[in-house]
T-cell receptor, first 114, second 115 residues
Framework: AQSVTQPDIHITVSEGASLELRCNYS??????LFWYVQSPGQGLQLLLK??????LVQGIKGFEAEFKRSQSSFNLRKPSVHWSDAAEYFC????????????FGTGTRLLVSP | GAVVSQHPSRVICKSGTSVKIECRSL??????MFWYRQFPKQSLMLMAT?????????EQGVEKDKFLINHASLTLSTLTVTSAHPEDSSFYIC???????????FGNGTRLTVT
């Protein structure tokens, strides 16, 4: 069955430091992968997506993610974290041919310390 | 960009009553919309797929009679939680996309509290 694992429940990063959020997926076919961010009490905002092609994808707000098929991973990175980046981050995989159905990971809460 | 609007953002109701949540695509038409549920400190779980002009498709374990979905137009889907109980308290989020090449866009969610 399709699944997404985000092994880190919480991560604390100092403002200005680099960030990497881990995501591993289990999916038999070519995955469609997404990272979403959720601020408290809010819906989800798409940060970036991978469908095919270049395995390093750029997103909004200075985020990027790298698809590594051999490791079944799609880790999210940012070189310098801002206090406004504090939020919940969800990795997801599209599980149908139209990637309309998404299976989400359990999320990683990012805390940014001054 | 594509905008999905949800209303209300918060609702408190008493046990046994019904609550309707609206999901609108503001600047595009959506033949399909998706309803997710998020428990506190947990991930989103797909509840059902709302299809314009036809019956919704529910995920395994989701009660059709409890969560009524209506997709009467290309820009509006509604989720009605019938005979709500405290265990229905949750964060409900809808999503839709403008076309098959676009990713899903999510509404801001509805926090339902059943007392």
């Amino acid at each position: 069955a399709q699944s997404v694992t985000q092994p880190d429940i919480h991560i604390t990063v100092s403002e200005g430091a680099s960030l990497e959020l881990r995501c591993n997926y289990s999916y038999g076919a070519t995955p469609y992968l997404f990272w979403y961010v959720q601020s408290p009490g809010q819906g989800l905002q798409l940060l970036l997506k991978y469908f095919s092609g270049d395995t390093l994808v750029q997103g909004i707000k200075g985020f990027e993610a790298e698809f590594k098929r051999s490791q079944s991973s799609f880790n999210l990175r940012k070189p310098s974290v801002h206090w406004s980046d504090a939020a919940e981050y969800f990795c997801a995989v599209g599980v149908d041919t139209g990637f309309q159905k998404l299976v989400f990971g359990t999320g990683t809460r990012l805390l940014v310390s001054p | 960009g594509a905008v999905v609007s949800q209303h209300p953002s918060r609702v408190i109701c008493k046990s046994g009553t019904s609550v309707k949540i609206e999901c609108r695509s503001l600047d595009f038409q959506a033949t399909t919309m998706f309803w997710y549920r998020q428990f506190p400190k947990q991930s989103l779980m797909l509840m059902a797929t709302s299809n314009e002009g036809s019956k919704a498709t529910y995920e395994q374990g989701v009660e059709k009679d409890k969560f009524l979905i209506n997709h009467a137009s290309l820009t509006l889907s509604t989720l009605t939680v019938t005979s709500a109980h405290p265990e229905d308290s949750s964060f409900y989020i809808c999503s839709a996309r403008p076309d098959s090449n676009s990713p899903l866009h999510f509404g801001n969610g509805t926090r339902l509290t059943v007392t």
